[in-house]
C-alpha cells in the first residue's frame, strides 16, 4: 500500500536520478538493514523466503550478515534456492530492498491482480509435479541489488528469475534506477503451471517524473518498442487464462491482468492525479476520471513544470489534498485542530487488495498517511564525488511528521538506531519508535503542534542533512567509507536524539489540553487553555449547552 515515483535526472533541479518510496505497510518490520557485500563458495545456492512483509520481523537468517541475526528467533525458512554468484554486492534493505554500494536505487508498490496464488516450495513442486513460485518482488528486489550495477541489467535478470521460478502473491511494482536511467517493473502470477508468472517493464523517459500508488500503470506493450520489455509467457498465459486473445491486438497489461484499484474508487488514482498536478498544474488534469479503474487520463510519465528540488520531493510526500475539495484537514472528521488521519474500520473493506466487499463510504486516501512504516528517496547526484554521490534519504513513520536525514550508498553499515525496533514493543533505542511517538502525540493538537513545534524542527533538520551533505562532498577527497560510515552514523543518530527531545518537550507543552510554556513564555507561569475553534464548536451541540436556568420543553 505505497506511493513511489521516479524523478529522472532531467526532472530535478541538481540534475540526479531519484526514485522514492513509502512504504506504507501497518506496523510491520519498519528497520532500515545493511547487508554487508560477501564471497561465496563455487556451488553455494541462494536461499530464497516466502516473507511477504506483514509482520515483525520481516526476516531472520545467518547468511545476509550480522544485522539480520535476530536473539530469539529462528532463521526464517528457505522455500527453494537458486545458483549463487562469486560475490554479491553491499545494500540496504526494508521491506523492499532500497539501493546498493554502486548507487542502483528501487522503489516499491503493491497491485491487484487477478490471480494472486501462495508459494509453491522447491520441495512442493517436486513432490507434486508443478511448477515452483519462489519469487516475491522483495527477495527479487534483493537478489538484483545483490548483482546488479545497471538498471536494465536488474530488469533483465528480475525477468529471467520470474521465467524459471515463478512469481506468487499479489501484484508488484518495482521501480529501478541507476545514474542514467529508470525503469517501471511490473508483475504477477499466472493460472497455469506452464505460462505460470507475468511481467512487463518500460523505461522512463528523461526529463519525466513518474508515479504509482498501487494499481499497475503499464499499459499498451508495443512490438518493437525500445522503451518496453516483457515476458515471453505473458501472450500464451494470458490467452490460455481467457483473458486475451491475439485479435485484440497489443496486450493492454493492466487490465488484462487486474482488476483494477484498491480498496475502492480513487484509493490509487487520486494519488496519481495529485503527485502530477502539484509537480505540473499545466497538464489540467482532473482529479476525476473517465473509464473506472482503467481509465487512460492520467499519463504513464509528465514531465514537471520546473525542475524540482529536493526539499519539494519531500514535500510531495507530506500532502493530505490540501487546499482542495478532498482537504482532509478540513471538516468534522478532521476533528477540532485539523487531524487528516482517517483510521481503518470495518466498514472500510480490503486496504491492502482489490475489494468486491460493499461499500458503506470511503474517505480518501492520501500520500501522506497514519500507517506509513518509513519513506525513502534515493539519488545520485552527478556532480558529487564518487564515495558521497549516492544517497538514500530515509525518514521513519509518517512523511508528514517525519524527519529524512541521509545515508551515503557507501557506508560499511547503518546506526543501529535504525536498524532496531519492534513496532509492538516501545523502545527509546529505536529511531522508528522516536517518530513514530511524536507523530502520534501531534494528534493531540495537529495544526498547531505541527505548525509550531514539529514542522519547523524538521525543516531545520532537513536543512542541517543537506548541508552536513556538503560538507561530506568537500572532505571526500581522499577519505574511505570507513570515515563516511562515523560521520553519516553520528549525524543520524543526532536526528533521532533530537526527536526524542522534541517528544519530551511536547509531553509537557500540550499536557491536558492546555500549552504549558514555550520559548515566549517564561517557565513556571499559568497553562494557557486552548479551547476549540469556533467553526468546530458550531459542528456540535455545544450551542445546546447549559446556558440558562430557564427550562426548556
Known sequence: MCTTMIITKGACADGAMRVTHSDDNELSDQRMIFVPAQSHAAGAARALVAGTNDAYPRLVSSQRGPNYELEGYPDTPAIGHIPQVPETFAYFDGSYGIMNEHNLMFGECTNGAKYQPDFVSQDAAKASGKQCRLFYSAELSRIALERCT?????????????????????????????????????????????????????????????????????????????DQLWSPLLEPGAEKAGWWKPSDGPIDWLPTVSDGEYSHPYYSLRRVWRVFDRANPDLGLSPWVNGGGYTKDYPFSAPPQHPLERREIFDLYRDHYEGTEFDLTKGVAAGPYGDPHRFIGPY???????????????????????????????????????????????????????????????????????????????????????????????????????????????????????????????????????????????????????????ADRLIAKYSDGYINGSVNRPQNTPAVPIGYPSEWLGMTNYPEGPTSYDMKF
Open 348 to 502: 472500510d473493506g480490503a486496504q491492502n487488495n482489490v475489494s468486491h466487499e460493499k461499500l458503506y463510504g470511503a474517505w480518501e486516501r492520501s500520500i501522506s498517511v497514519f500507517y506509513q512504516g518509513y519513506l525513502t528517496v534515493c539519488e545520485i547526484r552527478p556532480d558529487a564525488p564518487e564515495l558521497t554521490k549516492g544517497i538514500c534519504w530515509f525518514g521513519p513513520d509518517v512523511a508528514y511528521t517525519t524527519c529524512f536525514a541521509p545515508f551515503p550508498a557507501r557506508m560499511l553499515d547503518l546506526p543501529q538506531l535504525y536498524q532496531s525496533g519492534d513496532p509492538q514493543v516501545f523502545s527509546r533505542n529505536s529511531a522508528w519508535w522516536a517518530f513514530d511517538f511524536v507523530g502520534n502525540w501531534s494528534r493531540l493538537n495537529f495544526q498547531r503542534m505541527c505548525g509550531s513545534d514539529i514542522r519547523p524542527l524538521q525543516a531545520e533538520l532537513e536543512c542541517q542533512g543537506e548541508q552536513a551533505l556538503l560538507t561530506w562532498d568537500e572532505q571526500a577527497q581522499g577519505a574511505d567509507p570507513a570515515w563516511l560510515t562515523d560521520v553519516a552514523t553520528d549525524y543520524a543518530n543526532g536526528v533521532v536524539h533530537a526527536w526524542w527531545q522534541l
Open 150 to 226: 545497471r538498471a536494465r541489467e536488474a530488469v533483465e535478470l528480475m525477468g529471467r528469475l520470474l521465467d524459471e521460478y515463478g512469481y506468487f502473491s499479489t501484484g508488484e511494482t518495482l521501480l529501478v534506477g541507476d545514474e542514467d536511467e529508470a525503469w517501471v517493473f511490473e508483475m504477477c502470477a499466472l493460472p497455469d503451471e506452464t505460462y505460470h508468472s507475468a511481467w512487463a517493464a518500460q523505461r522512463v523517459l528523461d526529463g519525466h517524473l513518474f508515479v504509482a500508488a498501487n494499481e499497475f500503470r503499464i499499459r499498451t506493450l508495443e512490438k518493437g518498442n525500445p
